[in-house]
């Protein structure tokens, strides 16, 4: 069995640790996309990534929200804002008014035409 210091120097380990501190120093989750657009322009860097399976998307993924745990903004998104879509549609008194229709929209007509 390995301690726990072999396993923390292991080259993978490291890889993790000094990808982790790059994203982090890109300062957002913008920023962090954009690093690893930058990473790919380092081949011999890109290669390792590659190696150890760092480079598929989800990797990518966890390794951002391991450098922004409270910055999953893409994950959530989609579906608080169609959320909030159909709170603000299920409102009657707001009268908001259908896409094809003249009257207020109804969502028992979603997906009918008149």
Not at 7 to 20: M, S, T, W
Request: proline content about 7%; hydrophobic content about 40%; overall charge positive.
């Amino acid at each position: 069995m390995k301690t726990a210091t072999e396993i923390a120097n292991h080259p993978k380990a490291q890889l993790h640790r000094e990808l982790v501190a790059r994203l982090r120093d890109s300062g957002s989750v913008y920023g962090a996309e954009k690093t690893w657009g930058r990473l790919r322009l380092n081949p011999r860097l890109w290669k390792r990534i590659v190696t150890y399976g760092l480079a598929l998307p989800e990797r990518r993924s966890q390794l951002n929200k391991i450098a922004f745990p409270a910055c999953n903004l893409a994950e959530g998104a989609p579906f608080r804002a169609s959320e909030i879509v159909h709170e603000i549609v299920g409102m009657p008194e707001l009268g908001l008014i259908g896409p094809m229709h003249s009257q207020p929209y109804n969502m028992a007509a979603v997906g009918t035409r008149r």
